[in-house]
Nanobody, 122 residues
Framework: QVQLVESGGGSVQAGGSLRLSCVAS????????MGWFRQAPGKEREFVAA????????LYADSVKGRFTISRDNAENTVYLQMNSLKPEDTAVYYC???????????????WGQGTQVTVSS
């Protein structure tokens, strides 16, 4: 089992920045690929970014490329999502998730956090 706890959400104005954190506990964190997904009201949960278990392999949704950066600290069992130049359409609940494989799809992710709300006002 892997337990994931997100933090760092909040309310910002358009153009602002937030950094989300996700702390993992349980099985070996460094062996999992970690991803961030988000879900806006009335919409499907969508992929945002993911990073492989080693130094290689990073994926981003086109909508966040150049604005968001995913990073991880295996020593601290933590994955981060730095979000810059935020837009109102980035408003959603953000979830971190752990998977044995690096993927943009939801299905390979076995473990999910409870989510943290991000609200961007215009």
């Amino acid at each position: 089992q892997v337990q994931l706890v997100e933090s760092g959400g909040g309310s910002v104005q358009a153009g602002g920045s937030l950094r989300l954190s996700c702390v993992a506990s349980g099985r070996t964190f460094s062996s999992y690929a970690m991803g961030w997904f988000r879900q806006a009201p009335g919409k499907e949960r969508e992929f945002v970014a993911a990073r492989g278990w080693s130094s290689g392999g990073t994926l981003y949704a086109d909508s966040v490329k150049g604005r968001f950066t995913i990073s991880r600290d295996n020593a601290e069992n933590t994955v981060y999502l730095q979000m810059n130049s935020l837009k109102p359409e980035d408003t959603a609940v953000y979830y971190c998730a752990a998977s044995r494989v690096l993927s943009v799809l939801r299905s390979p992710y076995d473990y999910w956090g409870q989510g943290t709300q991000v609200t961007v006002s215009s």
